[in-house]
């Protein structure tokens, strides 16, 4: 039958994955709404009919790996915007290196104790840990320090949709009055789905957000195996 085929497999559920973004994508350019982004829809969709036609996750991560697969070139694209952007990168370069040493630090601290508060096991919590960092760092990270990068994937996602939706209300309540400080803002506390946000505001907002992304990215994924020193440490005190 054409339903047992692999092909068809792989053909239906990545066409379905791609269709329901695009509904997603509609649906927020529609309303503009948090649970309108394709982040939420899309993934929402696809449990629903996953459920209904039993498909084990398992199945379909292996139908439509390739596209987690596209996550890497779609990063470095990111490089465009900050190559129009490179004047303003290098007249405020310690002060955006400053905030993602900062706001990394801060992130992986607060997870972590967070974590621990609320008595997750250690693979739980360490999937957590890379939360704030956009989805193919993270998967990295996560699989370096012995979390389930899968798992990291959704909090990821998650961290997206929730850290952009806070970023825009707290724009309107602290002073920030400069591109740098809105883009680096949903840069650090929202990744891709900041970046997405940032661009809606404004060109400078979106390029240094993307900037953000891609350095906190890099510098996780350099420190990770000193982070499964610290964390071995901390787990026998």
């Keep these: 039958m054409v339903w047992s085929s692999p092909i068809f497999h792989v053909l239906f559920w990545s066409a379905v994955t791609i269709g329901f973004y695009r ?8 309303l503009g709404r948090w ?30 790996h390739w596209l987690v697969a596209l996550l890497g070139p779609a990063t470095v694209a990111f490089a ?8 303003l990168i290098r007249h405020h370069w310690p002060a955006l290196l400053a905030g993602v040493v900062a706001g990394s630090a801060t992130a992986v601290a607060s997870v972590w104790a967070f974590a621990k508060a609320l008595g997750l096991n250690d693979i739980l919590s360490l999937s957590l840990v890379p939360r704030s960092i956009s989805t193919p760092f993270a998967m990295t990270v996560s699989a370096n320090i012995g979390g389930i990068p899968d798992l990291t994937a959704f909090f990821v996602v998650l961290t997206g949709i929730l850290g952009a939706t806070v970023g825009e209300l707290m724009l309107k309540v602290l002073p920030l009055h400069s591109g740098l400080a809105r883009g680096a803002l949903f840069g650090m506390g929202a ?12 060109r400078e907002e979106g390029s240094v957000a993307g900037l953000v992304m891609v350095v906190v990215g890099l510098l996780n994924v350099l420190i990770a195996p000193f982070a499964v020193h610290v964390i071995a440490v901390a787990q026998q005190l």
């Design 35 to 64: 649970w309108s982004t394709p982040l939420f829809v899309a993934p929402a969709l696809l449990i629903a009919l996953a459920l209904a036609l039993n498909e084990p996750y398992r199945d379909y991560i292996r139908q439509t």
């Design 80 to 87: 465009v915007p900050l190559w129009e952007q490179r004047t």
């Design 191 to 202: 990744h891709g789905a900041g970046v997405a946000k940032a661009h809606e505001i404004g």
């Design 23 to 30: 509904i997603g994508k509609h649906m927020h350019g529609r």
